[in-house]
């Protein structure tokens, strides 16, 4: 499968955008880890600006705790 995108790839959190913005749904729940794109594994601890994200997942959450 592949993503052509014309524009950034927001994962995690979006920031505050005008309302004519075409952005359907401005979140998500769940989890993801080891993301790759081209082939090289995206490091999702290192980020430009942090929009309201959190390491982890919460606590009674269907995915599980938080890490110790």
């Given at each position: 499968?592949s993503l052509?995108?014309?524009?950034?790839?927001?994962?995690?959190g979006v920031?505050?955008?005008?309302?004519?913005?075409?952005?359907?749904?401005?979140?998500?729940?769940?989890?993801?880890?080891?993301?790759?794109?081209?082939?090289?594994?995206?490091?999702?601890?290192?980020?430009?600006?942090?929009?309201?994200?959190?390491?982890?997942?919460?606590?009674?959450?269907?995915?599980?705790?938080?890490?110790?």
């Open positions: 499968r052509d995108l014309t524009g950034p790839l927001l994962l995690g920031p505050n955008l005008p309302e004519n913005f075409p952005v359907t749904h401005r979140d998500f729940v769940g989890c993801m880890r080891d993301l790759y794109i081209d082939s090289k594994r995206i490091d999702l601890a290192s980020y430009i600006a942090n929009n309201g994200t959190a390491a982890g997942t919460a606590a009674g959450s269907r995915w599980g705790s938080p890490p110790a």
